[in-house]
């Protein structure tokens, strides 16, 4: 009896049905992902806590805490409730300052959903705020009159001192890089030479420029989005103008810390290995 080792014909209907069931496996991972990039992580806010060591920081601000909240981007990319959620996780840790970094908005400004989300902000040193460049894009007086109506001042190229007794921490904000409104100079003019100093910028790669005036101790930014789409070993294939260098997390530039947020909403209806986030930040001696 010979064996048969070869049937050319069940070779290629081997072949064939192996094809469709990758085909089809690879369509329905396809399928999943865009599912759970489109419909889960945009809303699976993560907190992120944060250590940075301020040399010369006022033993009155030890363990001194910040909420950062950035890039809200209210409108059809981000569901309103993810919103609602970042600030509630805000206000429960109860900061003692809350920063707000830009981009309120997305193509268009709808003025009431975006003061009923930041009239909710509260905090025993206040919340502050920048502008961003989706901002200027939509409708810089009308975002700026929304802060205005919220009761949150917008450190617009100005600096202000938070005061334990005649201890002092400062802060400052550049207004949008992007759009080229900044003016650094004049936001670090009234800050006395050494004192700990943070600033606001939405674009983080201006920490470039920021450094080189070795008098900024942390800078807060946001604008990257870390990207939205993260591939393991790889990065971010996209990332916005100044937001490429240093899309996301705590680094160490020279005598100054960076921090950027993820933010949390987004251009796009998409966040893949990229989670939006809601930042504390503990200062303490450096």
């Given at each position: 009896?010979?064996?048969?080792?070869?049937?050319?014909?069940?070779?290629?209907?081997?072949?064939?049905?192996?094809?469709?069931?990758?085909?089809?496996?690879?369509?329905?991972?396809?399928?999943?992902?865009?599912?759970?990039?489109?419909?889960?992580?945009?809303?699976?806010?993560?907190?992120?806590?944060?250590?940075?060591?301020?040399?010369?920081?006022?033993?009155?601000?030890?363990?001194?805490?910040?909420?950062?909240?950035?890039?809200?981007?209210?409108?059809?990319?981000?569901?309103?409730?993810?919103?609602?959620?970042?600030?509630?996780?805000?206000?429960?840790?109860?900061?003692?300052?809350?920063?707000?970094?830009?981009?309120?908005?997305?193509?268009?400004?709808?003025?009431?959903?975006?003061?009923?989300?930041?009239?909710?902000?509260?905090?025993?040193?206040?919340?502050?705020?920048?502008?961003?460049?989706?901002?200027?894009?939509?409708?810089?007086?009308?975002?700026?009159?929304?802060?205005?109506?919220?009761?949150?001042p917008e450190l617009r190229n100005a600096s202000t001192a938070i005061r334990r007794g005649d201890q002092a921490l400062w802060l400052a904000g550049v207004d949008d890089i992007w759009e080229e409104q900044h003016d650094l100079e004049q936001a670090l003019a009234d800050v006395p030479s050494g004192a700990p100093l943070i600033l606001l910028a939405h674009e983080p790669d201006f920490a470039d420029q920021v450094v080189l005036t070795g008098r900024v101790s942390l800078q807060l930014s946001g604008h990257s989005h870390g990207g939205q789409i993260r591939i393991p070993g790889i990065g971010a294939p996209i990332t916005p103008y100044l937001g490429r260098k240093y899309p996301y997390g705590l680094r160490r530039l020279g005598t100054m810390w960076l921090y950027t947020s993820r933010g949390v909403g987004q251009n796009t209806s998409i966040r893949i290995n990229c989670r939006p986030e809601v930042t504390e930040i503990t200062l303490v001696g450096g």
């Open positions: 009896m010979t064996r048969r080792l070869f049937t050319p014909s069940l070779s290629r209907r081997g072949l064939l049905r192996a094809f469709v069931r990758t085909l089809v496996g690879g369509s329905v991972s396809a399928f999943g992902v865009t599912v759970y990039g489109v419909r889960i992580e945009p809303e699976w806010l993560k907190l992120e806590r944060v250590r940075v060591a301020i040399p010369g920081l006022p033993p009155a601000f030890e363990n001194y805490r910040l909420a950062l909240l950035t890039d809200l981007h209210v409108g059809p990319a981000t569901h309103p409730t993810t919103i609602s959620r970042a600030i509630r996780i805000a206000l429960d840790l109860a900061p003692d300052l809350i920063l707000l970094a830009g981009d309120y908005v997305t193509g268009s400004l709808n003025a009431p959903a975006l003061y009923g989300h930041l009239r909710q902000l509260d905090a025993p040193d206040g919340v502050w705020a920048i502008m961003g460049n989706h901002d200027h894009w939509v409708d810089p007086q009308g975002v700026r009159q929304v802060l205005a109506d919220a009761e949150i």
